[in-house]
C-alpha cells in the first residue's frame, strides 16, 4: 500500500495529516504523522500565565481520520532511498511531507546561558511558570521586542516589573511603522521599560548584565529572538532561505516525492512576499502539502497553496491588543476592539477533535479570510 509520511506535530504536520486524509477519501492509503509528542502545542498561546490550555491531544485529532501517529523524533531523511529514521526505527514513505517547524534561536557563547527562559515550547512556558508563580515584586529581562517578545512583555506586565532589551532602536521594529504608535503607547500604559539599543550579554543568579554595562535585577530572562527553521531541511536542499527555509513552488513540492509545509516552508504568499513563520500560514499550508502528497500518489488533481489576506494579531496584555491587515500592517482595531480579535483568533486555531467529518471539511479549507467587523463574537466562525 502507497504510504505518506508526515514529519512534524505542530500545525503545519497535523493539517498535513488531515489534508492528506481527505484527498484519500476511500482510497487505499497509508498515512503515517512522526512526532514525539502527544499533543499539538499551540504555540502562539505560549505567553500566556496558563500554557497548559495551549495543548491540544493528537489522538483525538488524527484517529478519527486514520492516521497513524508514531512518537518519535526523526533524525536522518534518505530522499534516495525514500525513507527516514525515527529514534533508530527505518520508515520507508512513497511521498513525504516534512513539516517540522521551526525553533527559537538559542544565543552562541552567552555566560549563563543555561538559566535562560523561553516559551517556544510547552516545557519552556511551564518552567517560565512556575518560576514566578507565587513570587511578589518580581523582576523580569524579556530580551527581543519583535512579535513574541512583546506579547511576552505586556503579559509578564500583569505579574511583574519587566524591562524590555532590543538590539533595535525600535520596539516592534520587524512590525513596522504602521502599529509603532500603538506598541509604544501600550508599553507606556503598562510600565514596561525599554532598553533599546542593547541586549543581554551575561544572566547571573537573580541579576542580568547588559551590553551597555548595566547590571539589572532579574529573577527570570525571557529570551524571545529569531526563529529559524528546522535542521531537517538541509537534508532536503542546498539551497535554503535566511530562516533555513525550502524553497517550494506553489503546489508546495521541493522535491519529486517530497513537500513541505509550515514554518520549513519558503512558500510564495503573494507575488512580492513570502510567507511568515505563523499559525496564519502554518494551517494552509499543511492542508494544501498534505493534500497534494496524497493526490500526487491517487492520480488526483493538486492543489495550489493561495493564502487569504495577511494580518497581524498581536496581545498586548492589559492595555488589549492590536489587528493589523496587509504588509504594510494598516492598523483595523486596538485596544479592546483589537483584544477582541486576538482572543477570538486563538479560539479558531484550536482544531476541531473527535469528529472526523468536521475535521476533514476544515482540511478543504485551504484559503480562510479573517472577516473585521462586526466584532468577533458576532461572526460565524470559519472552519479550522
Known amino acids: ?102 525553533g527559537l534561536v538559542r544565543p552562541g557563547g552567552l555566560p549563563g546561558a543555561e538559566r535562560l527562559f523561553d516559551i517556544d515550547t510547552l516545557d519552556g512556558a511551564r518552567r517560565l511558570t512556575e518560576r514566578l508563580r507565587g513570587r511578589e515584586d518580581s523582576s523580569v529581562v524579556v530580551v527581543g521586542a519583535g512579535f513574541v517578545g512583546l506579547e511576552a512583555a505586556t503579559a509578564l506586565a500583569a505579574r511583574a516589573r519587566v524591562l524590555l532589551v532590543d538590539r533595535s532602536r525600535t520596539a516592534g521594529s520587524p512590525l513596522g511603522p504602521g502599529p509603532r504608535e500603538e506598541i509604544e503607547s501600550a ?81 510564495a504568499a503573494d507575488a512580492e512576499h513570502q510567507v511568515t513563520q505563523s499559525c496564519q500560514h502554518a494551517i494552509p499550508l499543511g492542508r494544501v502539502a498534505g493534500y497534494n502528497a496524497a493526490a500526487d500518489l491517487l492520480g488526483k488533481e493538486p492543489r495550489d497553496f493561495v493564502p487569504g489576506p495577511y494580518v497581524t494579531c498581536l496581545d498586548l496584555g492589559g492595555a488589549g491588543g492590536l489587528f493589523t491587515r496587509g504588509w504594510d500592517r494598516a492598523v483595523l482595531a486596538s485596544g479592546a476592539d483589537g483584544a477582541a480579535v486576538k482572543k477570538w483568533i486563538n479560539e479558531v486555531i484550536h482544531p476541531p477533535v473527535d469528529d472526523a467529518s468536521e475535521i476533514l471539511a476544515a482540511a478543504d479549507q485551504i484559503r480562510v ?15 479550522g
Request: hydrophobic fraction near 45%; aromatic fraction near 6%; proline fraction near 6%.
Open 187 to 267: 508599553l507606556d500604559e503598562l510600565g514596561v521599560e525599554r532598553r533599546l539599543g542593547t541586549t543581554v550579554t551575561e544572566v547571573g543568579d537573580g541579576y542580568a548584565v547588559l551590553s551597555d554595562g548595566a547590571r539589572v535585577e532579574a529573577d527570570a530572562v525571557v529570551w524571545c529572538v529569531g526563529m529559524r527553521a528546522s535542521e531537517l531541511t538541509r537534508q532536503i536542499s542546498d539551497t535554503l532561505d535566511h530562516l533555513g527555509r525550502v524553497p517550494v513552488d506553489r503546489r508546495l513540492r521541493a522535491l519529486p516525492e517530497v513537500f513541505v509545509a509550515g514554518d520549513a516552508a519558503a512558500a
Open 1 to 102: 500500500m502507497a504510504h505518506v509520511v508526515i514529519i512534524g506535530g505542530g500545525f503545519a504536520g497535523v493539517w498535513s495529516a488531515a489534508g492528506a486524509a481527505l484527498a484519500r477519501g476511500d482510497a487505499e492509503l497509508r498515512i503515517t504523522l512522526v512526532a514525539p509528542n502527544d499533543h499539538l502545542v499551540l504555540r502562539p498561546r505560549l505567553y500566556e500565565p496558563e500554557p497548559e490550555s495551549a495543548a491540544v491531544e493528537l489522538a483525538r485529532f488524527l484517529g478519527p481520520i486514520g492516521v497513524e501517529h508514531v512518537r518519535a523524533s526523526v533524525s536522518t531523511i534518505d530522499t534516495a532511498r525514500r525513507m527516514v529514521v525515527a529514534d533508530g526505527r527505518e520508515i520507508g514513505y512513497d511521498r513525504l511531507v516534512l513539516a517540522a517547524g521551526s
Open 369 to 383: 479570510e479573517i472577516p473585521f467587523f462586526p466584532l468577533p463574537e458576532e461572526r460565524p466562525t470559519p472552519a
